[in-house]
C-alpha cells in the first residue's frame, strides 16, 4: 500500500511509454479473470440455468433493478452496459484488496486504492456524461449551462468537472482508507481484527461500488432529461 501522495513504483516500462505499476498488473488479471468467467457463462448458457448461472442472472437483475429506480426502464437499458462494467470493475477491484497478500508487495495492488486509477474512472465518467447529454438532446444539453441566467457559465462549467472529481477522490480516500484501517489493526491485534475486518470490507467494498454508480447514474439522469 502506498503512502498518500506516494508514487506507484513501476514494474515494467513498455517501449518508454507505458509504465506498468503494481495496479496495472493486478487489473490485467481481474479483466483476464472476468473474461474467462464471461466466456464460461456464455458457453454454458441454458434455458433451465443451473446454480451457477442463477447467480449471475439474480445479480444482473438486481443491478437493472437498481438502475431502472433511477433512470427508469427505458434510460436503464439503453445504457446498462455502461453503468454494469463500471460497478463490476470497481466492485472487483475494491475486492482484489482483500485477497491475502495484495499490497503487501509492489507487484499486485488494488487499483481502487491508487488515485491515478480512480481519477481515469472518474475522466471516463465525465466524458461519458458529456457524450451522452449532446447524443439525447444537443440544444438541451448546451442551453442547461446558460440557464437560468448566462452569467452562471463558469461556476455550471466548474460544477460539471467537479461531480467526476468528486466521484474519484471519494471512491479513493474510502478505500485507501479503508486499507489503511486495516493494516493498523492488523499490527495491534494480529489474530482477531483482520476477520472482523474482512467481514466487514465485504460490506464495504460493494457499498463504494454502488454509491459510485448511483451518482453516475443520478447525473445521467439530469443529462439526459
Known amino acids: 500500500m502506498n503512502p498518500m501522495?506516494?508514487?506507484?513504483?513501476?514494474?515494467?516500462?513498455?517501449?518508454?511509454?507505458?509504465?506498468?505499476?503494481?495496479?496495472?498488473?493486478?487489473?490485467?488479471?481481474?479483466?483476464?479473470?472476468?473474461?474467462?468467467?464471461?466466456?464460461?457463462?456464455?458457453?454454458n448458457l441454458k434455458e433451465r440455468?443451473?446454480?451457477?448461472?442463477?447467480?449471475?442472472?439474480?445479480?444482473?437483475?438486481?443491478?437493472?433493478?437498481?438502475?431502472?429506480?433511477?433512470?427508469?426502464?427505458?434510460?436503464?437499458?439503453?445504457?446498462f452496459t455502461f453503468l454494469a462494467s463500471l460497478?463490476?470493475?470497481?466492485?472487483?477491484?475494491?475486492?482484489?484488496?482483500?485477497?491475502?497478500?495484495?499490497?503487501?508487495?509492489?507487484?499486485?495492488?488494488?487499483?481502487?486504492a491508487s488515485l491515478s486509477v480512480t481519477a481515469a474512472l472518474g475522466v471516463v465518467t465525465f466524458l461519458f456524461l458529456q457524450i451522452s447529454g449532446i447524443r439525447h438532446n444537443a440544444k438541451h444539453y448546451f442551453l442547461h449551462f446558460v440557464k437560468p441566467m448566462f452569467f452562471m457559465l463558469p461556476l455550471l462549467l466548474l460544477d460539471e468537472i467537479i461531480k467526476p472529481a468528486s466521484l474519484a477522490l471519494r471512491l479513493y480516500g474510502n478505500i485507501f482508507g479503508e486499507e489503511t484501517v486495516t493494516e493498523e489493526l492488523y499490527h495491534i491485534f494480529p489474530i482477531g481484527a483482520p476477520v472482523i475486518m474482512m467481514a466487514l470490507s465485504l460490506l464495504f467494498c460493494a457499498l463504494q461500488a454502488m454509491v459510485f454508480t448511483m451518482l453516475v447514474s443520478i447525473y445521467l439522469d439530469e443529462f439526459t432529461e
Open 49 to 79: 440455468p443451473g446454480k451457477f448461472q442463477n447467480v449471475i442472472e439474480t445479480g444482473v437483475e438486481y443491478l437493472d433493478n437498481f438502475f431502472s429506480d433511477i433512470l427508469g426502464k427505458k434510460k436503464s437499458r439503453k445504457y
Open 87 to 112: 460497478f463490476i470493475f470497481i466492485i472487483f477491484s475494491n475486492y482484489s484488496g482483500l485477497i491475502p497478500g495484495v499490497g503487501l508487495t509492489d507487484y499486485v495492488k488494488a487499483p481502487t
Open 5 to 43: 501522495g506516494e508514487k506507484s513504483k513501476v514494474i515494467i516500462s513498455l517501449f518508454g511509454i507505458l509504465d506498468v505499476t503494481g495496479e496495472v498488473i493486478t487489473m490485467w488479471i481481474m479483466l483476464l479473470v472476468l473474461a474467462l468467467i464471461s466466456l464460461i457463462v456464455k458457453k
